[in-house]
T-cell receptor
Framework: TQLLEQSPQFLSIQEGENLTVYCNSS?????LQWYRQEPGEGPVLLVT?????EVKKLKRLTFQFGDARKDSSLHITAAQTGDTGLYLC???????????FGQGTELSVKP | GAVVSQHPSWVICKSGTSVKIECRSL??????MFWYRQFPKQSLMLMAT?????????EQGVEKDKFLINHASLTLSTLTVTSAHPEDSSFYIC???????????FGSGTRLTVV
């Protein structure tokens, strides 16, 4: 069974600080996705990383896929209160395309 | 991108009754849909894979007789929670694969409260 370990699970920071969320696995994934979820809503896709070593930027968010395609990270620069939410990494398993989620990171950015 | 509509967005029911949740793919023909369950402050847990025209595939520990899934068309999958109990109260979310690179699109979720 492929598993994704996401850390930290909870993060509370002040506005303007930087943060990094990690997503690790012992298995190789063909791609990993990062989602953001607001309370009472479904997850919204932020980015998909496909190539080992790939780095993608989305404004203040930087996503990295490990060279071995077993891990990924999300770095947020100068966090804003609007970044508050649940961040989820996910990868499709090798059988049937089921999406496996990490435990999630509950981010709270305080003014 | 694909749009997935989930209905209702919230429902309150009495213990022992059944509740049906609909997941519609509005602009994409989905042979496969997924149903997830999410408890507060936790991640999404896959319950089952819904396959158009065939039986759903359930994850280990999910009771197929309690969570009935029907995927009768390429645009509609339904999840029925039968004989609901308070412990079934949760946030249920469906999703559709729109491609490995493009990822998955999720419905807006259904908040079920069993009283």
């Amino acid at each position: 069974t492929q598993l994704l370990e996401q850390s930290p699970q909870f993060l509370s920071i002040q506005e303007g600080e930087n943060l990094t969320v990690y997503c690790n696995s012992s298995s190789v994934f063909s791609s990993l996705q990062w989602y953001r979820q607001e309370p009472g809503e479904g997850p919204v896709l932020l980015v998909t990383v496909v190539t080992g070593g790939e780095v993608k930027k989305l404004k203040r968010l930087t996503f990295q896929f490990g060279d071995a395609r077993k891990d990924s990270s999300l770095h947020i620069t100068a966090a804003q209160t609007g970044d508050t939410g649940l961040y989820l990494c996910a990868g499709a398993d090798n059988q049937g395309g089921k999406l496996i989620f990490g435990q999630g990171t509950e981010l709270s950015v305080k003014p | 991108g694909a749009v997935v509509s989930q209905h209702p967005s919230w429902v309150i029911c009495k213990s022992g009754t059944s509740v049906k949740i609909e997941c519609r793919s509005l602009d994409f023909q989905a042979t496969t849909m997924f149903w997830y369950r999410q408890f507060p402050k936790q991640s999404l847990m896959l319950m089952a894979t819904s396959n158009e025209g065939s039986k759903a595939t359930y994850e280990q520990g999910v009771e197929k007789d309690k969570f009935l899934i029907n995927h009768a068309s390429l645009t509609l999958s339904t999840l029925t929670v039968t004989s609901a109990h308070p412990e079934d109260s949760s946030f249920y979310i469906c999703s559709v694969i729109i491609g490995e690179v493009m990822g998955y699109t999720f419905g807006s979720g259904t908040r079920l409260t069993v009283v």
